[in-house]
């Protein structure tokens, strides 16, 4: 007696209908991890370039407003938090505005990155204020939210997935 094999057939749709393959096949190449893993050092150098910026300008203000306070008055633990507090808002207000007018900050511009959107268009006013939002949060943590790239599967930073946006390399 001849004996016909069963073939069981398996559409993907019905059972993973999360899986979107075609997705996967338009989107861009810097959206890839492999790309943002081989970005990590770069944006760590840029971000390191952008911070000793931030920091020559507060220095000035810093020996500035030293010089000016009255004689006897004593910088105690107070005066030095309202500083530092100082200083790490104006690096978040330095990384917003430049990602709101050239979705690069100096530091990213001598390492040749910029921030793009999901297309690969530079920022819009609403992923820029998105992005400084991410900053703010990334910063507060004691920069948890930068060295969160190292440990992330998609080597994206907070502000990088508040915003929805992608470093890239520029040429």
Known sequence: MERKQKRTIIAL???????????????????????????????????????????????????????????????????????????????????????????????MKMRQLAVVTRDGAALDLKSACMRGFGYLISFLPVMLGLVWAVIDPEHLTWADKVSSTYVRKVS
């Open 13 to 107: 749709e019905e059972y993973q209908p999360e899986l979107n393959f075609e997705e996967a096949e338009h989107s861009q190449p810097f959206s890839f991890p492999e790309y943002q893993r081989e970005l990590l050092f770069p944006r760590l150098a840029a971000g390191a370039t952008d911070l000793l910026i931030v920091a020559a300008i507060y220095l000035l203000f810093l020996l500035t407003t030293l010089t000016e306070m009255p004689e006897g008055a004593e910088l105690d633990r107070r005066i030095a938090g309202i500083y530092i507090v100082g200083y790490f808002l104006l690096v978040v207000i330095y990384f917003f505005l430049f990602m709101l007018s050239a979705s690069q900050t100096p530091g």
